[in-house]
């Protein structure tokens, strides 16, 4: 019979195996327009101290308190959950349970009932939760991972989404909470290597509720990959001080 094997430490997902796959450096990632709070990569205008998060944004900041808990609950089972609490009230366009698997034992995935092989498009497919209950990765050597988003809450803002992306040498998914309408805020930014663009917020609000402007302009960089031009609409809601976001997932190998 194959085991699952992990090495988790401060309750956090360092890297596992299931007979020939292999994961690790699961985490949390958030952000707002201009700080990217991340465990797994580099941190973009924040720093972390006491598990409290720190935005800065010239002279206004923006705390957050996160934790993040991750067990082997089986011999083939693990959860992870995450916390995000705003300390302030703070703008957030997203909140992200991020686990990350090797590539090349695995076959190909599945999300929405449909399968995909890693052709690293750096796509994300990314669906809401009542048209995606579940991710699937199959294994070369039959064995399967299923990821279900067991729990959630959005304080009413945010809604919960799944998706699956195939970037680099990784399989990434992420159960992920994002703005639901009516929004506080749309940015819509171009952006590349050298510099970011943003519209003017006035001008932003004006093409997302233009007929189409939200359909064709939502987060469309990620929707078609890494060949599109790093356009797209981002939306922000506030959340207020002493509220939490959430997420939990299960993960089970077989």
Same mark, same amino acid.
Request: hydrophobic content about 40%.
């Given at each position: 019979?194959?085991?699952? %094997? ?10 596992? %195996? ?30 972390? *101290? ?6 800065? %944004? ?10 993040? %808990? ?133 001008? *932003? ?50």
């Amino acid at each position: 019979m194959t085991r699952l %094997h992990t090495e988790i430490r401060d309750h956090r997902l360092i890297s596992g %195996h299931f007979g020939a796959i292999t994961f690790g450096m699961w985490g949390i990632e958030f952000s707002d327009r201009s700080s990217f709070a991340t465990l797994t990569d580099t941190p973009r205008n924040a720093c972390l *101290a006491d598990d409290i998060w720190q935005f800065r %944004h010239g002279l206004r900041q923006g705390r957050w308190k996160t934790r993040l %808990h991750t067990a082997q609950t089986g011999p083939a089972t693990l959860t992870a959950s995450a916390q995000f609490t705003a300390l302030d009230d703070a703008p957030l366009q997203d909140a992200v349970l991020r686990m990350v698997f090797d590539k090349h034992p695995i076959a190909h995935g599945e999300i929405a009932g449909k399968t995909y092989r890693h052709r690293n498009s750096d796509t994300y497919r990314l669906y809401p939760i009542d048209k995606a209950r579940d991710v699937r990765l199959f294994g070369t050597d039959d064995r399967e991972i299923i990821i279900t988003l067991d729990a959630c809450d959005g304080v009413g803002r945010f809604a919960p989404y799944l998706y699956l992306r195939d970037r680099g040498d990784h399989w990434i998914v992420h159960a992920r909470l994002l703005p639901t309408n009516p929004v506080d805020q749309v940015w819509l930014r171009w952006a590349n290597r050298f510099f970011t663009l943003s519209a003017p917020d006035p001008v *932003a609000r004006t093409i997302w509720q233009m007929p189409g402007g939200q359909k064709l302009l939502w987060r469309l960089r990620e929707r078609l990959g890494r060949h599109c031009p790093e356009i797209q609409a981002v939306p922000l809601n506030t959340v207020l001080a002493g509220q939490t976001l959430s997420l939990g997932v299960t993960c089970r190998f077989r």
